[in-house]
């Protein structure tokens, strides 16, 4: 069973940082690219940033380049979400995406809230 379990999420002040953690298990994660995307409320989830299996990040959303980046550490089974500068409209609740050849699987989410 492919379980993608993310961590992290918190009250934050503008300019702050947070990173935020997916774990993945059931799955050889090695062989999958991973993404991260977010939905504030009333709105559709959107991409935050993808990157390759093998660790090269393929997308960053135009929104939150130059601030967030995206790693992974397959020892782990983990990929990260390192976020910086945050602004008030970073606030959403974000997931960890696994696109497989059978389905995509999604975690629970985790929620980020800038605010003063």
């Known amino acids: 069973q492919v379980q993608l379990v993310e961590s992290g999420g918190d009250l934050v002040q503008p300019g702050g940082s947070l990173r935020l953690s997916c774990v993945a298990s059931?799955?050889?994660?090695?062989?999958?690219?991973m993404g991260w995307y977010r939905q504030a409320p009333g709105t559709q989830r959107e991409l935050v940033a993808r990157?390759?299996?093998?660790?090269?990040?393929?997308t960053i959303a135009d929104s939150v380049k130059g601030r967030f980046t995206i790693s992974r550490d397959n020892a782990k089974s983990t990929v990260y979400l390192q976020m910086n500068n945050l602004k008030p409209e970073d606030t959403a609740v974000y997931y960890c995406?696994?696109?497989?050849?059978?389905?995509?699987?999604w975690g629970q989410g985790t929620e980020v809230t800038v605010s003063s």
């Open positions: 990157i390759s299996s093998g660790g090269t990040p393929i």
């Open positions: 059931g799955i050889s994660f090695s062989l999958y690219a």
């Open positions: 995406n696994l696109p497989s050849r059978a389905r995509v699987y």
